[in-house]
C-alpha cells in the first residue's frame, strides 16, 4: 500500500463507519478509523498464520500469564505492519497528527509490573521470531489502578479502560468453555473398576476468550493473546438473579490484583488462577484433539509455559482432562504432563512463594485437590527410602496444611528457570536448592530481555534516527548491531549527535513535567530516574536519603560543587502496602521542599511523576541520564527497567543484583557505578546475624543527620510517616540494609557527578551503554526459551510458501 491509496482506503473507511469526513471527526473517530483499517489489513495473516500452524502440525508453546501489560498498541502494530512512517505522513496531508491518536487509547495496563510486561516483550520477540507461540490469560474489567496525589498521598483510582471498547480484540464466542467451580467431588467405580469422579453441586463458569493479534515484525506472522472473559451459562441464570449474586459473580475477574510481589490471600484469586488455567488447557486440548492425532503425542504439539505460579494448577488441570476426560492411565498422563509444562520463577522473596490452604482449595476446585494429593502422594511414595526424609518433608507439595504452588510447578514439568544468572544460581544454591538435588537437569537460565522495537524504535526516535545514519538500520532487526557504534566512540559528530537526541528528549520530558506537575526542571541538568514498583527491597529509600544529605549540603553550602540534577520517580504502591505508601508520601513532601526552596538555585529538584504505566515510561526512559538500580543485592530476580534505560544512554548506577551483573559484564566497569554490598555478603549477615543498623546510626553522623531529618521537622507534614521509617531503619534493623550501603551509594554517586562533569567522557560512556544492550533483546530470550524448553521452531523453517521473510 502507498500513501495515496492509504489515504484513500482512510477517508471510505471513515465515511462507511461515521458517515463523516476528515474535519468533522474527533480524535476518537479518526482513531477509530484507523485501528479498523489496521485490524482488517492484517486480519488476513492472522488467519492463516493459524491456518499454516494447522496444516504443519506445527507445535506451539502457550505462554500462562495472569498479567500481561502492551500498554499502547497502536504505534507498534503499525511498526510491526510496516505502515508507520506511510501512516504518519499520510495523515499528515490529512491534517491529523498521529500522536493526537495515539493520545486515545488507553494503556493495556492487564499487569502490575516487570512480570506482566516481560510477558508483552515476549509476546512481541515470539511473533517477530516467527515463533508458534500463544498467550494465556484473563480479561480484566479494569486494568492496574490509576495513580494519583492527593496531599502528596497515594490514591487509588479504578482504570476503566474498556468502557470505549478495545479495538484490537475478538470476541470468539464459538471456542467458549465452561469451568466447573467449587461443589463436591467423591470418586466411584465404574464398571470395570476405574474410579470416576462424580461432581456434586458447584457451579459453572463461562469462559469467553477474546483473541488479539500479536504481529509479528514485518513477517506476515500473527500470533494469538487470547484473554478469558467470564460469563454467566444461560443454565445457571438463575442462581444469578439478585443484583448481589450477580455482583459477586462479576467480581470474580473484575480485578487484577495489585500486588507486585506479595500473594493475594483471597479466595477470588485463586478463583481467577484456576479460572484462566482450566479455560486455557482445556482449549489447547480441544484443538488438539481436532488435530485428530494420537493423544500419547501431544508433547509434540503443544508446551505449556507456567509464568510464575500463578497457572501452577496448569499441571493438574492437565492431569485431570487426561485422566477423567480421556481415559488415560495416571502414569502415561504424568509423564506427558511433565513433557509439556514448564516453569520460571520470577521471585525469591519469600511472601511471593505462593502457597494455598488446603481448605481454599478444596473450596474451589476440589478435583484439583485432590489431584494434587494423588500427585504428592506418588512422589514421597518414589522416593522414600532413595532420597533423605527431610529432603522429602521439605520438597513435598502439600505441607502444614498448605498447597505450595512452586513444588507443584517443578515437581509437574520438565524445566524451571531463572530469570538472570545471579538469580538463577540463587534458585539452584538456596531457594530451590533442595530441588536442585533432586532434579538438577531441570534447571537454567534464561536472561530476561527488552522489546527493543519499542523500546527504541518507537519510543526515541530522535536516536534512532543516529544510529541509522551512523551503524545502518540493520539493528533494527538484530540489536547485536548495536555493537558497530563503538566504532564511534572517538567520534565527536557522533557523540554530539546523540546527545543532541538525549537533549531534545529530556526537553520534551521538561515539558510533560511543566505541565503534569507545574515543576520547571532544565534540561541541562542530569535527569536521574528511578522508575519501578515500590518495594522496600528496590529501596527508593537509598535514593531519598541521598537526595535529603544533597539538600542539606546544598543548604549549607550554597556553593557546593555539585551538577544540577533533576531526581525523577515514576511507581506505584500497592494500595494495601502501608510502608510503600509512606515512602511514597515523604518522597513528595520532600519534593515539595526542595522544589521551593529558592536558597539552592534549582541545583536539585524532585519529581515524583503520577501514575506511572507503560505509556510514562516511553516518554521518561528516552530522557534519562543515569539509571538508579539499587535494591538490595539477591532480592532483585532481574530487573528489566535497567535494559531500557541502558540502551537508551542512561548510565546505571547499581548493586550487584539480578540483571544487572549482566549489564556490568556487557558494559565493563568504567562504564557503570557499582556500589553496595554483594549477594555472599548479605547472606553473611544473615547467617552470622551481626548487622546492627544502630551502630551505624550512632557512629555516622551523616547517617544520623540525614535519618534524623525524617523526624525532626526538617521535613514538613510527615510526623507519622517520618517516624515509621525512621522506625524501620533503626528500631527495626534496616531489614534492606540501606544504612549500610549509604556510605558507598553516596560515593557511586558523587563519581557519577565528577564523570558528568567531563562532558565528552560522558558521552562515550552514554554510547558504549547503548551499544552493548543488543543482547537484552528479548528476541534472545524468547529464542532460547523456543530451542531449549519449549523445543518449538519458526513456521518458515518448515514452509516459506507465504513469502515469510527469514530474519
Ligand atoms: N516484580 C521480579 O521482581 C523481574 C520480573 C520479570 C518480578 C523482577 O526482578 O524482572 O519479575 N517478579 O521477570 C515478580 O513479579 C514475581 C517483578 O516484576
Not at 113 to 122: E, N, P, T
Not at 576 to 593: C, R
Request: aromatic share 10%.
Amino acid at each position: 500500500m502507498d500513501k495515496k491509496e492509504f489515504k484513500k482506503k482512510f477517508k471510505r473507511r471513515l465515511a462507511e463507519k461515521f458517515a463523516m469526513e476528515v474535519t468533522d471527526a474527533s480524535s476518537n473517530e479518526l482513531y477509530q478509523t484507523l485501528g479498523s483499517l489496521m485490524t482488517s489489513a492484517y486480519s488476513q495473516d492472522w488467519r492463516e498464520t493459524w491456518k499454516d500452524y494447522r496444516e504443519n502440525n506445527q507445535k506451539q508453546s502457550y505462554y500462562f500469564s495472569i498479567e500481561f501489560l502492551p500498554g499502547k498498541m497502536l504505534k507498534s502494530n503499525l511498526l510491526n505492519m510496516g505502515w508507520l512512517e506511510l501512516v504518519e505522513e499520510g495523515l499528515d496531508e490529512l491534517g491529523i497528527q498521529l500522536n493526537d491518536l495515539v493520545e486515545i487509547e488507553p494503556d493495556m495496563a492487564l499487569g502490575n509490573g516487570g512480570l506482566g510486561r516481560l510477558a508483552s516483550c515476549f509476546m512481541d520477540s515470539i511473533a517477530s521470531c516467527g515463533l508458534p507461540g500463544n498467550g494465556n490469560g484473563i480479561r480484566y474489567e479494569y486494568g492496574l489502578f490509576k495513580q494519583r496525589f492527593v496531599d502528596n498521598y497515594q490514591v487509588e483510582l479504578p482504570d476503566e479502560w474498556l468502557q470505549k471498547g478495545n479495538l484490537w480484540e475478538v470476541r470468539k464466542e464459538s471456542k467458549a468453555v465452561d469451568v466447573q467451580i467449587g461443589g463436591n467431588v467423591y470418586l466411584k467405580p465404574d464398571q470395570y473398576g476405574k474410579l470416576s469422579p462424580v461432581y456434586e453441586g458447584g457451579s459453572k463458569l463461562r469462559a469467553v476468550p477474546y483473541d488479539t493479534g500479536m504481529v509479528g515484525y514485518q513477517n506476515k506472522i500473527v500470533n494469538t493473546m487470547r484473554l478469558w472473559s467470564l460469563e454467566i451459562p444461560p443454565e445457571e441464570e438463575d442462581r444469578y438473579r439478585s443484583i448481589e449474586a450477580r455482583r459477586s459473580f462479576e467480581d470474580l475477574t473484575s480485578v487484577l490484583y495489585p500486588d507486585d510481589s506479595n500473594e493475594a490471600g483471597r479466595k477470588m484469586r485463586l478463583t481467577q488462577e484456576y479460572f484462566f488455567v482450566s479455560a486455557g488447557v482445556q482449549s489447547i486440548l480441544r484443538y488438539f484433539k481436532s488435530l485428530n492425532q494420537p493423544m500419547d503425542e501431544i508433547n509434540q504439539y503443544a508446551a505449556i509455559h507456567i509464568n510464575d505460579t500463578h497457572p501452577a494448577m496448569c499441571v493438574a488441570e492437565f492431569m485431570r482432562l487426561l485422566v477423567d476426560e480421556e481415559q488415560m492411565s495416571w502414569e502415561r498422563a504424568w509423564d506427558l504432563t511433565r513433557k509439556v509444562m514448564s516453569y520460571t520463577n520470577h521471585t525469591i522473596m519469600a511472601e511471593a512463594l505462593e502457597k494455598w490452604s488446603i481448605d481454599m482449595m478444596k473450596n474451589v476446585c476440589p478435583r484439583i485437590y485432590q489431584i494434587i494429593e494423588e500427585i504428592d502422594r506418588r512422589f514421597v511414595e518414589e522416593l522414600i527410602g532413595v532420597q533423605d526424609f527431610d529432603l522429602i518433608q521439605r520438597t513435598r507439595i502439600i505441607q502444614d496444611g498448605q498447597v505450595h504452588m512452586a513444588h507443584l510447578a517443578i515437581i509437574g514439568s520438565h524445566s524451571t528457570n531463572g530469570v538472570a544468572k545471579l538469580h538463577s544460581d540463587l534458585l539452584k544454591s538456596v531457594v530451590l536448592h533442595d530441588f536442585y538435588l533432586l532434579y538438577p537437569d531441570r534447571f537454567n537460565n534464561k536472561t530476561n530481555g527488552i522489546a527493543m522495537r519499542r523500546w527504541v524504535q518507537l519510543a526515541n526516535p530522535a536516536m534512532s534516527k543516529v544510529l541509522d545514519a551512523t551503524i545502518g538500520k540493520t539493528w533494527r532487526k538484530n540489536s547485536d548491531d548495536l555493537r558497530l557504534l563503538l566504532n564511534y566512540e572517538e567520534d565527536d559528530q557522533v557523540l554530539n549527535a546523540l546527545a543532541e537526541a538525549k537533549y531534545q528528549n529530556k526537553r520534551s520530558l521538561a515539558a510533560y513535567i511543566k505541565s503534569h506537575c507545574g515543576i520547571e526542571v532544565s534540561p541541562e541538568a542530569i535527569f536521574d530516574v528511578q522508575i519501578k514498583r515500590l518495594h522496600a527491597y528496590k529501596r527508593q529509600l537509598l535514593n531519598l536519603l541521598h537526595i535529603i544529605k544533597l539538600y542539606l549540603d546544598l543548604k549549607e553550602n550554597p556553593e557546593l560543587p555539585i551538577e544540577p540534577r533533576v531526581f525523577i520517580f515514576g511507581a506505584k504502591a500497592a494500595p494495601s502496602y502501608h510502608y510503600a505508601k509512606s515512602i511514597i508520601k515523604v518522597i513528595n513532601e520532600v519534593a515539595s521542599l526542595i522544589n521551593a526552596d529558592e536558597t539552592i538555585k534549582g541545583k536539585l529538584k524532585l519529581v515524583f511523576l503520577e501514575n506511572y504505566n507503560v505509556s510514562l515510561a516511553e516518554r521518561i526512559i528516552p530522557a534519562a541520564d543515569v539509571s538508579e538500580q539499587i535494591s538490595l543485592a539477591s532480592k532483585e530476580a532481574s530487573g528489566t527497567s535497567n535494559m531500557k534505560l541502558m540502551l537508551n544512554g542512561a548510565v546505571t548506577i547499581a548493586t550487584l543484583d539480578g540483571a544487572n551483573v549482566e549489564i556490568r559484564d556487557a558494559v565493563g566497569d568504567d562504564n557503570i557505578a557499582i556500589f553496595g554490598l554483594t549477594e555472599g555478603e548479605v547472606y553473611q549477615y544473615y547467617e552470622k546475624r551481626n548487622y546492627h543498623a544502630i551502630d551505624l546510626y550512632e557512629r555516622d553522623t551523616t547517617i544520623q543527620k540525614v535519618v534524623n531529618a525524617l523526624i525532626d521537622g526538617t521535613i514538613p507534614n510527615i510526623t507519622k510517616e517520618g517516624q515509621e521509617i525512621f522506625d524501620s531503619l533503626i528500631k527495626y534493623n534496616d531489614e534492606f540494609f540501606v544504612l549500610r550501603d549509604f556510605e558507598d551509594y553516596c560515593a557511586a554517586q558523587m563519581s557519577v557527578n565528577q564523570a558528568y562533569q567531563d562532558t565528552r567522557r560522558w558521552r562515550q560512556i552514554s554510547l558504549r551503554n547503548t551499544a552493548n544492550a543488543g543482547r537484552f533483546s528479548s528476541d534472545r530470550t524468547v529464542q532460547q526459551y523456543a530451542d531449549d524448553i519449549w523445543q518449538i521452531e519458526p513456521l518458515f523453517a518448515h514452509n516459506d510458501n507465504r513469502g515469510v521473510t527469514q530474519h
